[in-house]
């Protein structure tokens, strides 16, 4: 959706239904020229192209400003300078955008772990699971525009809808820093006008084909015989089209370990040798981890420790626990065992991570006699409270000493498949 430019938007009232809206699609405003703002705050609300300024470079991105003009993504950047000769041309700087977009992306992980990262700036998420801690799909894209906001100075658009091709349709009508939620029953009424070319993966030969069947619209997709469909564009194409234009969209969010485990691990500054600074970092992790599992609604059936000395030898112990568990006192209790084990004995340590592994669908199964019914109402009042005022807002009272200084923050092992 990069060369809207904006004059369409479309964006969603306080009081739009949103129920079942639970995929997100979140993606950033014009991205590499917004990095490039930060920098410059003077040339905010010029008409600011990012490219090489050599023969043959294309434009990667540019400002709305400049997209009034007719300039777009992937155009040569001597037209573009023929649209829009007052247009001020800044090199790319790749690396800035991959640290930008790192942190986002981290903002999404903390948010749920259903995450679907698609490109450097957008990704789907599944919200689900998370309504129960931070609210209604519109509540959450709000929270996710918020913190982005908050954290790098950037915006974002986001749409919220039943189906992933719902949402990112949504996204893109949203622009720039916008929401639109597409309500499930409005479906229809929402993808009937469009025009054939918003069918995902419509373009060149096929959007010919289907205009040689007079089909103009995504109605008229969704209306014309499937056989008569089938002939045109072929049997693959032409299920998957009815699908997408009849508003079926079966495909669901993959996250890139489809969540085999969650973790968290921290990287100090200073290597650290006292074990209770250690076993009280445990504590720490294990809290964010506990607090991931149950945002995602799974519970872990095995727990990993890793470790790393200042040498750079790494090691990496696991176990099961009796119990399948979102309880992060429960994970804590075991990635300490296994830390005792190890027997570290005064050798400096430079990193430590707890992983919440074997990860299965829904409620630990309760016994009559729940013995960690009071663990799991305290945590699940953290989650609350967190849900409302930030991951940092509330630690456990074990917590509340000072910390070692860490290199780079917590990281998120299990997402990035380290
Ligand atoms: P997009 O999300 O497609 O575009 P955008 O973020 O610049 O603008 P918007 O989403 O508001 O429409 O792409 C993200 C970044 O990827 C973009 O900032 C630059 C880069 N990119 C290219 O380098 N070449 C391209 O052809 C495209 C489409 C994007
Ligand atoms: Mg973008």
Known sequence: MSRQDGRARRISGDDVDDTGAHILHVDLDAFFASVELLDRPDLRGKPVIVGGREGRSVVTTATYEARAYGVGSAMPMARALQLCPKAIVV????????????????????????????SIDEAFLDVYGARRLLGSPAAIARLIRQRVYDDTGLTCSVGAAETKFVAKLASGMAKPDGVLVVPPAQTQEFLRPLPIRALAGVGGKTEEALQRLGLRTVADVAEI?????RSAVGD???TRLHELASGRDPRQIVTEQSEK???HEITFHDDVVDPATLERELLRLSDRVGARLRAAGVTAGGVALKLRYSDFTTLSRS???????????????????LFRELEVRGRPV???????????????????WDPDEEWRD?????DQL?????????TSASLLTPRPSTAGGTRHPGQRGT
């Open 350 to 368: 430079r990193l430590i991570g707890v992983r919440a592994e074997r990860l299965s669908e829904g409620a630990p199964s309760m016994s009559l």
């Open 91 to 118: 090199s790319p700087r790749h690396e800035l955008y991959r640290l930008y977009s790192k942190r986002v992306m981290s903002i999404f992980d903390d948010i749920t772990p259903m995450v679907e990262k698609l």
């Open 386 to 394: 967190r849900g409302r005022f930030g991951v940092d807002a509330v």
């Open 261 to 263: 485990s969650i973790g």
């Open 225 to 229: 015989p499937i056989g008569a469909l």
């Open 236 to 238: 693959a194409s032409a």
């Open 319 to 337: 176990r099961r626990l009796p119990e399948a568990t979102s309880v992060a006192r429960r994970l804590y209790e075991s990635s300490v065992e």
């Open 378 to 382: 305290a945590e699940s009042t953290v």
